[in-house]
């Protein structure tokens, strides 16, 4: 795909037929001011130099830091989101044991609870209620021994937590709570445990264990005789349903379409949890000789960040730009201005995107349901749970699902986890099959966007090419408040390369102008 700026004779023009030639000629011509930059903080260095304050008075604040360090990284073995959604189940618990069963409640806890109800004169029931929920969340968050515990563990049996999942599963008119509703309380209490620095009971936990496999089979059961939905969560998104969206966040052309396009494409293709789209890091981004590559720091089962090197590659899809990631993260780029903290998307990107897409599968219900979907059932899960079914059953030469364990960050158990590596051959595979290149056809070859620069200003020059000059011009003009790092400018090159390419396209796609 070759990208036309202009056609003026220049003595700087060069011969470059490939991506790879056309970016490493431009970050040529970007070294040298990089390299005066570069002489000058030297020169500059003393000025910021901290050797010379004296820190003699900083010790006491040294030791308040350090213990609040080590509180920090006492606490990050899992996520406070985590943590959080554990201590509101476990409020549940508390709150069901003290109204039903009282003697596994302790002392503390119930005045505690007794008193925030009476304190509330003259406010409504209603009002009083929420007022012991959150102190009831308060005692559960602030335990941190068997003596604070609100719940005394020694009293707590199988069959009283057994009752407590069977009342919860009534309040929605079931006998069984969902396997991810059952597991939830059940990894919660267990959390509790270790919050208060102890471990459950050996025999309960066997015990709970067993009458856990008794439950999911009366779940089973029931959903056969009520009729009830059969998958749990949200429904993987079709790769027809991500195509329509697209299609029509393009269409829109608003700012908000634009964040929401890029978000969605680069979550569909990277197949990964919305919440690692929403930490891409800018400096985390780079250019491949095809593709822009996208790291990880850490994920969800990757908390160490043992995987950091694992590239993952995102593909242009100039036959369908509705769906072209490099497009939409493009058009993203040149309308929002680079973030303070370095990351691709603001930190409430999730409930942005989560209300457009509400939004957008709200506004075209008659066109979701006509391709079999609930409404209800499309939400930000649907785009990862879609773009891995699709990359795994979406043709008959899908990529190996090692491949594609590795890029959404699965386990495939410990020793195929140890033997089975990360392959840069099987990424690229799933980056052009999810990008929606026909594997079956010399399309799935193609070669995003670039320019092409010619060298001899001797003669006439050809169709289709520009100077180093013209490439600078364009990324200044769509990037205009964009500073970008040395390992970043490639990036800007192909994604001015993709603006103009596809400028026809979205001239004509695009409703709101």
Known sequence: MLTRLSNKVNPHRIDIESPEDAINEVLNHFSADDGKQEEENVENEHLDDPEE????DDEDADDKHSGNHYEKISKMYIKDRTRGGYNSSNRLLLLWLDAKHPECVSENAKKALQETFESRQGATVK????????????????????????IIFSKITSRLFIDFLHCRARLKGNDFL???????????????????????DLELEAD?????????????EEKQQKGGRLSEGKDPMSFPLYKFLCKKLVQDGSKEAIFAHAFLTLTWNLIC??????????????????????KFAHTKTDVTGDQQSYARHVYANPYDMHICAIIALAKYLSCFPPKED???????????????LKKIVKENQADVERMGYDVDDIGVHSVRKGAATYCCGGTTAAPHIAAVCNRAGWSMGKVKDVYIKYGAAGD????RVVAGLPVLNARYACSP??????????????????TVEDVDYAIATFFPTFEAKVTFKPVTVTCSAALLYGYTFLDSNVESK
């Open 53 to 56: 304050e004296d820190d003699e």
């Open 127 to 150: 009002h009083k209620n929420r007022a012991v929920t959150a102190k009831a969340l308060e005692l559960v968050a602030k335990a941190h021994d068997i003596d604070s515990s609100p």
């Open 178 to 200: 969902s396997k991810s509703g059952s597991g939830g309380f059940r990894s919660a209490f267990k959390e509790l445990h270790r919050q208060c620095g102890t471990s459950i």
């Open 208 to 220: 709970l264990k067993e009458k856990y496999q008794g439950l999911l089979r009366g779940l089973a």
């Open 273 to 294: 949890r919305s919440k690692n789209t929403v930490n891409i890091h800018m400096n985390h981004i780079t250019w491949g000789s095809d593709s822009i590559i996208i």
């Open 342 to 356: 370095g990351l691709l998307f603001d930190a409430n990107s999730y409930k942005r995107f989560q209300k457009i």
């Open 428 to 431: 690229q595979h799933v980056g």
């Open 449 to 466: 966007p670039f320019f092409r620069i010619q060298q001899d200003d001797t003669i006439e020059p050809e169709e289709f090419e520009c």
